[in-house]
């Protein structure tokens, strides 16, 4: 093991995976800091990591259940018997031909992920915590230009130029810092000239940089955008050379004729948003030398494919496609495959624990992976035997959660649980353990090998990096990856003929030109600066079935959504008297996507900066109404849920709103219990109430939720 050295690795705080640098002095973390090879800066979360590695709390020991469901009671068991467990309850659902019946929660780290290749040759199903929050905006991309983004794929925004325009639309990358090089980069480009406008029904730290902050009403976001490109449009502001070239033939005629009375005056009262303020803001951007849009909770209302299809419309009229400073079409890393590789489920198949009255039109997508809810049904039915999750919390962070804790301590009229196997990997303690059969301990990023390439990378220009290990290991924790290598190599040895996960890895780098070693010279990142821009020019076109960018979505029409609908969620619509807040939650430091192991960090959760505690925050005009004061305790109640809590009353809410942190309440750990408020999640029923709407027309998993707040 190295020593009294900075030693280059991979931060894996957040998905970001920034290059580090860490001092390690007689084999423990001093120190960590940005590697000059990634620009050379780290975040506050990232230096929290040491606070993770050393936790008190670490799970150092495989666990297994010894009480009920929920309990929380686990006694200590060594790894041979955590694995036994694992490939006798497989075997079992092999021979009953049952392997659909097996799925992984994950958030993958690459393309080619150990774990990922485990469930595809076992015939398993992969549930990922990252369409739960992205599949609107996937679909719409790749339905528009064929590209696969996520929010993590952002602008490029060390390449904004002056003048370029950057808007978030209800993203909060400085507050929960999912990625630290966004922040910086955002703040680099209005250094340069560059103006930030926010889009958001409440004010948070990127509000206080922006330029510009226009509060809008929940799900407004397609009424707003239809609006800038009807001005856009009818007043020949639009890119016409890059539509002329680029759209398919036919398609600007028939936007022509959709957007006419889409007016900026008639999308106004749909997102409360003034139409001088749209028309100004359309003909900024029609000035502006680039313009891009960032988007993560805007896209998970109901209405989020109409979103997610305005949003893509504007891109293309903006001619902000691969640009620098516009919306980047990112390509994977062309890593080497492993042979023989397994084959993955048909698409189909992926959806196929989807329940309710439209189930049988998940073909019209090409993409869909479950959230929380569906994984409750899916027990319900039997279609879920055998669940194990990595990085993720279902029993807290997701809509549904109240159903899928319920799901878990389901039985039949034997006795024996309706899911026979849960499997939860972690590093510090986690809510959704308490409903584990067996709890394995996970290794930090400090501890463990890991090759990582993800699209996302794309903003720092880099293709790969290798996390090395430059300390110990914490008790008997194991990386989940070399666990699902073991299993492999027990259940489907076929697919895991290779020695061990560095020589996977090296296989893959290969495809590259690279090797573990190499990548360790390189300071553990490949950076070929193989970003570029106007790739569709080189390449000759777009890769969508025309090649060419395609506006109308032709596949949905005898669904009426060949266009986007400007309308609010169906959901907003519903008992708005009777509920007349709509709930809106933003993210936090301590918030780690699906992760769950910086809830139980104590550097996150001080008491100072307040994030032990969540309060309803509301609007001082509306608390006028109702007659309530700061602090005062209140009773927000949803259709399905009740909860009482103190307001924080403050102008940084749009009238209307009621907000609250996402994910919050943990009862697990000792720094996470310390805050057993109320999260979000709670009052927001499940993911499929409105199935009817939400399947073809929302995301996956969607927040509109509305509430009554009384005293
Ligand atoms: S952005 Fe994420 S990966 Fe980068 S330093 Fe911060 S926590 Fe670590």
Redesign the pocket.
Known sequence: MHEDKWIPTI????????A?LARVENGVVKEVK?NPLAKGK??V??MA?ITTLYSGERLKYPLKRIGERGEGKFERISWDEAMDIMEKKLRELRDRGEMHKFTYSMFPHSSTDPKWRFVNAMGGFITTGLPHCDSAKIMAHLHTFGCFPNHHIAPIYYSVPKGGIMILAGRHPFGC?????VARDILNAKERGAKLIVIDPIFRSEAAKADWWIPIKPGGDAAFFLGMCNYLLTNDLYDKNFCDKWVREGDMDKLMEFIKDKTPEAMSPICEVPAQDIIKLAKMCAQAPSVCVDAFKSIMYGNAMDWGHAWSIFLVITGNLDNPGGQPLPEIAPMAPVEPVPPAPSLHELGYHRTGPNRDKFDYYTFILEPTWYAAQAVKEGTLKVFFASECNPALSEMGSSVWREAMTLKDKQGNYLLELFVVTEILPSETMKWADLVLPDQTNFERWELLYMPWWYTYAHTAAICQPVVEPIGESRHANKVMIELGKRLVPEYFAFKDDLEYYDTELAGVGMSLQKMLDNGCVWSPRTAGFYKYESAGKFNTPSGKVELEWRMYKDLGQEWPSPELPVEFKRGEQEYPFILVNFRSTFLNNTGAWSHNNAQLRDPISGRDRNPLVLNPLDAKKLDLVDGDLVTVTSKTAQVRIPVCLSEKIKPGCAGLIHGFGQTMGKIASLGNWIGDNELIADAGSHLDEQDLRGGEAHVATRVKVSK
């Open positions: 931060c894996y705080q957040c998905k970001a995976e920034c580090i940005g780290m975040c979360k990232g990591g810092l999912d990625d630290a090089s």
